[in-house]
C-alpha cells in the first residue's frame, strides 16, 4: 500500500474528528469571541498567515494525539504536553484513547505533502475544535510546536466555561524557513559555562527556531572538552579562564549530554577547536604543539594573535588527528569548526599548509570542516565553508572557490558588541550594535557578489572576555538574538522592523518566566507580565 504512514495517520485523524463532533453535539455551542492570527506576536513571522477569526479553545479536555508510526512525532507531541503544562498548567494526556470527554484535539500529522520545500516546513491549520499540525519530519512539526506554543495566551479567559480555557486565534498558518543554517555561537572558553547554563541557552533557540549551537570549546584561555588521549588538556589547560577564574571543563560524558539535550530540541551542535592560533591553553598542556618559540605560561588575559601551533612538526598532526577523532565520533552533526582566524604570529606559509592539512583530517572522519573567513586563503575542499566575521573579500574569494559562506559580520551580528555607550558588558571593537542596528539589514544582499544560493544561514556569535555568568550572556543575547532567529527564518517582505518591534515588546511575558536577564532597550515597549523577574538594568 502506498504511502501508509500518511493512510495510517488520515484513518486516525477522521475516528478522532468524527469523536470530536460527535461530543460537540451534546455540548451547548460556545460563542468564541472574535480573534485574529494575523496579529499575534510570533518570531520569527512565518511565511504566509491566514486568519479567520473565531478560537480553538484550549482546556483540560484537550487531547494531543500525534502519527504514531513516524519517527520522532510522538516524542514531539510529548513535548508539547510538557510546554503546555509549563505554561498553563493543564496537564493533556498524548495519544490517548481512553479520555472520553475530550472535546478538542490537537494533531501533530505526519505528511508526505510535496509543498514541503525543507525537512523543517510545516503548516499549521486551527479551527474552534482542532489544531492540526502537518509536517514532512519530526523537526518541522517541532518547529510548528513552537508556533504553537506562541499562540497560548498568556492567561485564560475564565468567562467562557466552567473550566480554564486560553483562547487560541484559528486560521491557517503555512511556514518554511528561509536559511537552512541558523545558529548562535557561544565561547566556554574565556569563561566557562555549565551544562545546565547551556541547556536553558538551547531551550531559548529552541522556542524561536534556531537550529544551530556553535561552541567555542578552546581559546588561549581554556580547552574546555575532555579528550581521553590527551588527558593534560582539561587537567592543566581547562584549569584557567579570564580574569583568573576557576576555569572548567567537559567531561565527554558531559558533552554528550548537551548534544541529546539539543538533539531533542532538534538543534545541531557544531564543536569548535580554534587552531593554529588562539591555542596557548592546549600549549600550556602540551609544549610539544607550541610554534611561537616561547615557554607556554597558562593566560587569563584578553588580546589575542601571540600563539600558534607549529604547522611543521608531525606530532601537532597526530594530536590534531586525535582531537577530531574523539570528537567527531560523540558529535552526529555534520561539521567540525576549526577555527583559522587571527593566527598573526604564523607565517602565511605555515598557515595554508596548516589548514589545508586540518580540512583533510576533518573529512577523514566524516565532517565539514568550517572555518573563520582566513580560511579561504588555504588549499580546502568545496565542502568546507567559510564564516564571514571581519573580511568581505575572504567572503567573496570563497564564493569564487565553490565555498558556501555563513554570515557572521562583526558589526551586525556580534552579541559581544554593546548596545549603547551605556552598556554594562560587551566590547565595541566592531561599533555599537542597539536592537534596530542587529535586526535592519538584509543578509540577502550584505555582501556584494554574495548571493542568497552562496549563504549556508546566518549565526551570532558570543564571545565571553567581559561575561562570566549566564546572566550576563543573556544581557548580551537577548533581545538580539531573538532579532536573528527572524533574519535566518523569515523571508525578506516579511522582515519590518515596525511590525518587529511590536512582536519583540511582547515577547516579555516568556523572557520574564525563563528568568532571562535580557537588556531594557528603551527602543522596545515591553509588555508588562504576570511574572516579576528582574533584568540586570532593572535591580
Known amino acids: 500500500m502506498k504511502n501508509s504512514i500518511l493512510f495510517k495517520s488520515l484513518v486516525v485523524l477522521i475516528v478522532f ?65 510538557e510546554k503546555i503544562k509549563w ?99 557561544l565561547d566556554v572558553a574565556r569563561h566557562f559555562f555549565s551544562v545546565e547554563d547551556v541547556k536553558k541557552y538551547i531551550d531559548i533557540l529552541a522556542y524561536y527556531k534556531l537550529n544551530t549551537l556553535h561552541l567555542h570549546l578552546t581559546d588561549d584561555q581554556g580547552w574546555r572538552i575532555e579528550i581521553k588521549s590527551w588527558p593534560k588538556l582539561t587537567e592543566i589547560g581547562g584549569s584557567s579562564e579570564v580574569g583568573g577564574g576557576p576555569g572548567g571543563f567537559y567531561t565527554q560524558e558531559e558533552y554528550k549530554d548537551i548534544v541529546a539535550y539539543a538533539a531533542k530540541h532538534f538543534i545541531t551542535i557544531v564543536p569548535e577547536v580554534d587552531m ?36 611543521n612538526k608531525d606530532t601537532v598532526y597526530a594530536f590534531i588527528d586525535d582531537v577530531v577523532r574523539e570528537i567527531s565520533a560523540i558529535t552526529p552533526g555534520p561539521y567540525f569548526h576549526a577555527g583559522g582566524d587571527e593566527s598573526h604570529v604564523t607565517k602565511k606559509k605555515d598557515f595554508i ?7 583533510k583530517i576533518v573529512k577523514k572522519y566524516g565532517k565539514k570542516m568550517i572555518g573563520w573567513d582566513e580560511i579561504v ?12 566575521w571581519a573580511n568581505e573579500e575572504n567572503a567573496k574569494l570563497a564564493v569564487e572557490k565553490g565555498l ?32 534596530d542596528t542587529g535586526y535592519v539589514w538584509t543578509p540577502e544582499r550584505y555582501v556584494q557578489g554574495i ?43 516579511n522582515r519590518v522592523w515596525d511590525n518587529y518591534k511590536v512582536r519583540l515588546g511582547n515577547q516579555a511575558p516568556y523572557l520574564d518566566k525563563m528568568n532571562v536577564k535580557y537588556y531594557p532597550s528603551k527602543l522596545i515597549e515591553w509588555k508588562k507580565s504576570k511574572y516579576t523577574y528582574k533584568t540586570i538594568d532593572k535591580d
Request: proline letters at 5%.
Open 404 to 435: 558556501k559562506v555563513i554570515l557572521s559580520p562583526g558589526k551586525k551580528a556580534y552579541l559581544d558588541m554593546k548596545y549603547d555607550t551605556l552598556s554594562k558588558y560587551g566590547l565595541n571593537w566592531a561599533g555599537l550594535i542597539p536592537v
Open 451 to 493: 548571493n542568497k544560493e552562496n549563504i549556508l544561514g546566518i549565526e551570532a556569535p558570543l564571545w565571553s572576555e567581559t561575561v562570566s555568568n549566564m546572566d550576563e550572556v543573556e544581557y548580551l543575547a537577548f533581545p538580539r538574538m531573538i532579532g536573528y532567529s527572524e533574519l535566518s527564518w523569515s523571508t525578506e517582505e
Open 17 to 81: 474528528t468524527a469523536f470530536v463532533a460527535c461530543q460537540q453535539e451534546k455540548k451547548k455551542a460556545i460563542n468564541f469571541p472574535m480573534t485574529d492570527l494575523s496579529t499575534e506576536n510570533l518570531i520569527p513571522k512565518p511565511l504566509k498567515i491566514i486568519p479567520t477569526n473565531s478560537a480553538f479553545g484550549l482546556d483540560k479536555n484537550t487531547i494531543i494525539y500525534t502519527s504514531q508510526n513516524a519517527a520522532g512525532f510522538p516524542e514531539v507531541g510529548e513535548f508539547l504536553s
Open 353 to 359: 599548509l596548516f589548514v589545508s592539512k586540518v580540512d
Open 87 to 185: 505554561q498553563t498548567d493543564l496537564d493533556l494526556a498524548v495519544n490517548s484513547t481512553t479520555n472520553a470527554t475530550s472535546q478538542r484535539i490537537i494533531f501533530i500529522n505526519q505528511s508526505d505533502s510535496t509543498e514541503f520545500s525543507s525537512k523543517e516546513g510545516y503548516d499549521l491549520y486551527i479551527t474552534q475544535d482542532s489544531i492540526i499540525l502537518n509536517a514532512k519530519t519530526a523537526e518541522g512539526a517541532f518547529r510548528g510546536v513552537q508556533t504553537i506554543r506562541q499562540i497560548i495566551p498568556e492567561t485564560s479567559n475564565d468567562t467562557l466555561t466552567e473550566n480554564k480555557m486560553w483562547l487560541i486565534p484559528t486560521g491557517k498558518i503555512i511556514d518554511n524557513p528561509n536559511f537552512g543554517y541558523r545558529g548562535s555561537m
Open 377 to 388: 586563503h588555504a588549499d580546502v575542499d568545496t565542502s568546507a565553508i567559510a564564516q564571514f
Open 276 to 311: 593554529p592560533g588562539h591555542t596557548n591553553a592546549a600549549s600550556v598542556a602540551y609544549p610539544i604543539l607550541n610554534g611561537n618559540g616561547k615557554t607556554p605560561k597558562i593566560y587569563t588575559g584578553t588580546e589575542v594573535g601571540f600563539s600558534t601551533f607549529d604547522a
